[in-house]
């Protein structure tokens, strides 16, 4: 049994900043990918950033220069640094790994909120 943990979302004026956390305990072998989606009310869910190995980056073209993916593979944890943020960026943020062995597991997902 695999369980990611997300933490960090909230209530943030636009301008702010916030970090989010996903941490996966259970049987895991590795981790090959680690990444985080989000989904506003009324949108399809969207990557936003995914991390590779530990090494290896990409990001939603629109996001780029505000958010930064870093992953801990030996504590099994993803983070997510949004600065500047903006009230279109509100939606819940959703963690997904996928593991060497190709399964592949999404967090319950935790609210960011954008306003003033």
């Known amino acids: 049994q695999v369980q990611l943990v997300e933490s960090g979302g909230g209530l943030v004026q636009p301008g702010g900043s916030l970090r989010l956390s996903c941490a996966a305990s259970?049987?895991?072998?590795?981790?090959?990918?680690m990444g985080w989606y989000r989904q506003a009310p009324g949108k399809e869910r969207e990557l936003v950033a995914a991390?590779?190995?530990?090494?290896?980056?990409n990001y939603a073209d629109s996001l780029k220069g505000r958010f930064t993916i870093s992953g801990d593979n030996a504590k099994n944890t993803v983070y997510l640094q949004m600065n500047s943020l903006k009230p279109e960026d509100t939606a819940v943020y959703y963690c997904?790994?996928?593991?060497?062995?190709?399964?592949?597991?999404w967090g319950q997902g935790t609210q960011v909120t954008v306003s003033s």
């Open positions: 997904r790994i996928v593991t060497a062995l190709g399964y592949d597991y």
């Open positions: 259970g049987s895991i072998f590795s981790i090959n990918v």
């Open positions: 991390i590779t190995s530990g090494i290896s980056t």
